[in-house]
Structure formats: C-alpha cells, structure tokens
C-alpha cells in the first residue's frame, strides 16, 4: 500500500517537515542509523513516541 495514492495523501503531506513523504533511500538511512548503538537512546525514545502519537 502507498500512502501518497490514498485519499488523504494531500492532508497528510502537509503534517510532514518536506511536504512530501520520506523516499526509500532516507527512510533507509534513518533505520539504519535507530538500528545502530550509536543511537540506543535516541532509538528508544523515537520508538516510544512513535507508537504513542500513531494508536
């Protein structure tokens, strides 16, 4: 499923930093970089939010 086809694709790229949604290559780097150790807090703090604000 690709959320830019959805009928809220315009409302919901206006919440977003770009205006647009994240493409494959950042959104990998991201991952990885929550993944690593060098991001242990940060990753748990992200995670935590995350599900918070997406129920």
Known sequence: MNPADSDFAAEQTK????????????????????ASSE???????????FILYTR
Do not use: P
């Not at 919440?15 to 929550?34: F, H, K, N, P």
């Not at 991001?39 to 939010?49: F, P, T």
């Open 39 to 49: 991001a242990a807090y940060e990753a748990r703090a992200k995670v935590c939010q």
């Open 15 to 34: 919440m977003t930093a770009l205006d647009r949604y994240g493409q494959g290559d950042e959104v990998a780097g991201m991952v990885s970089y929550l």
